[in-house]
């Protein structure tokens, strides 16, 4: 009898046991198909243009890597900023807008916002400049009470706010980037005598003001 009612009794827990595992094993497939599914969606959108490529790297073992590169950030310097340790990035933020950022080899930060326009909950527009963000990073410090002008330890300018939104940085090496809103580009400047400020040389226009006029040509 004893025996009849063991047997009685494992019937049920068995098969509440088997439903559980298959509803469990259920639950993972259709996770995995849930996955698969934003894993193509994303797929999708990324080959559209509509959303910028996202690297997921993982490592299996003791020591799990998990390595998550932010999908709205993307490296822009060229081969000779690299080359002069120059790092150069462009993100974009939550409100649509861009931020350009160029690092110099010493950790001197700069970083320069695209303007935008808002509306407030009272139903004003605002509009809202660029702006420009110097780290200095204890490397230099502001020679103006402005903050136009940034100097080294040894009173060199290294850093210039100009009058049309962009900076000007010595990159360490002789040679110097502009940044704004719209990128990074490298620059011609010369030094003056003393070493103690620089001038930005305009290449498609090298003599400035001491540029021969054109001569026309007669037909």
């Not at 935008?116 to 490397?139: A, F, L, W, Y």
């Not at 020679?143 to 000007?168: C, H, L, M, P, Q």
């Not at 990159?171 to 011609?188: H, L, R």
């Amino acid at each position: 009898m004893a025996n009849e009612f063991n047997e009685s009794f494992k019937a049920p827990v068995e098969s509440t046991q088997n439903m559980a595992a298959l509803g469990d094993y259920a639950m993972v497939r259709q996770d995995q198909q849930l996955a698969n599914f934003d894993r193509q969606m994303n797929a999708n959108l990324v080959d559209a243009g509509l959303l910028p490529a996202m690297e997921l790297n993982l490592a299996n073992g003791d020591d799990d890597v998990i390595e998550l590169k932010n999908p709205f950030k993307k490296d822009i310097a060229t081969k000779a900023m690299k080359d002069s340790g120059v790092k150069a990035t462009e993100t974009l933020n939550d409100d649509g807008t861009k931020s350009i950022t160029a690092e110099t080899k010493n950790g001197v930060r700069v970083t320069v916002s695209e303007g935008s326009e808002r509306i407030m909950p009272s139903g004003n527009k605002v509009k809202i400049d660029e702006s420009v963000m110097i780290e200095p990073n204890g490397q230099i410090r502001q020679k103006d009470k402005d903050g136009k002008v940034w100097v080294d330890a040894k009173g060199r300018e290294v850093v210039r706010k100009n009058d049309d939104g962009s900076v000007t940085i010595d990159t360490g090496d002789g040679g110097f980037v502009k940044v704004d809103s719209q990128g990074v580009k490298k620059i011609s400047a010369i030094r003056s005598r003393d070493g103690k400020t620089f001038e930005e040389i305009d290449t498609d226009s090298p003599l400035g003001n001491l540029r021969p006029p054109q001569i026309p040509v007669r037909k």
